[in-house]
């Protein structure tokens, strides 16, 4: 009898979209935390596997500290486990050639441009994660101005974490500056690299080296 009347209680709670408030009779037993790995070693080993899927998390840091390539990293990582990825590429700052060069495999890659309109990039980035079924979703803000990101209020990313949560999807950010994350979501701090450090080039003379890559120390913040 018992047993029929919780049944009851909980399709209704279910049917009214309010089942977040169901729980064990022992809530502190939970189930091993799904996760994305990026694909970049220290960062995995930081958060214990990788980013929380059906979480928020955000790169931020300024010109030239590698939050690009921490992104592709995580788009090649998922694409190579077979998982469909995504990425709304607000100011049209995306390159498909390096991109492809860094690992992504782009037949696995939905890319939405647009010229920097932030509202209407806010815009597809919620369409592109109410659809699902994405395994990393990418919304790269990094030179949208701040005083356009200050426009949006701090419900607005908390609806953008509201739609992913309890999915297979990760959400990542990226951006100058710390935006947004999920409870569950981290952000990953980069520092701008100190002049002279941390570059590795190729060739001799100093007017025909090339940079091959730089080195980066990521920062997480908040990781769970």
């Not at 037949?107 to 010229?115: G, I, N, Y």
């Not at 790269?140 to 739609?163: E, G, H, K, N, S």
């Not at 952000?187 to 091959?212: F, H, K, V």
Request: glycine letters at 10%.
């Amino acid at each position: 009898m018992m047993m029929a009347a919780r049944a009851h209680v909980e399709s209704l709670l279910r049917a009214r979209k309010l089942d977040v408030t169901l729980t064990t009779v022992a809530p502190w037993a939970r189930a091993a935390r799904a996760v994305a790995p990026t694909g970049i070693a220290p960062i995995d080993d930081a958060l214990g596997g990788g980013l929380a899927r059906g979480q928020l998390s955000e790169i931020v840091g300024p010109r030239s500290s590698g939050r690009t390539s921490v992104m592709c990293h995580m788009l090649a990582a998922a694409a190579a486990r077979g998982e469909a990825v995504a990425l709304v590429d607000t100011c049209d700052r995306f390159d498909p050639r390096s991109a492809e060069a860094a690992g992504v495999d782009l037949s696995k890659l939905l890319w939405v441009r647009d010229t920097g309109d932030a509202v209407r990039a806010l815009n597809a980035m919620n369409l592109v994660l109410q659809a699902g079924g994405f395994g990393l979703v990418a919304f790269d803000l990094a030179d949208v101005p701040a005083m356009a990101l200050r426009q949006f209020p701090y419900t607005t990313w908390m609806r953008v974490a509201r739609v992913i949560e309890g999915s297979q999807t990760a959400a990542v950010i990226v951006g100058a500056d710390r935006i947004a994350r999920s409870p569950g979501g981290v952000t990953i701090a980069l520092d701008a690299p100190a002049t002279g450090s941390r570059g590795r080039w190729s060739g001799a003379a100093d007017r025909a080296r090339l940079l091959r890559a730089i080195d980066i120390q990521p920062r997480i913040v908040g990781a769970r």
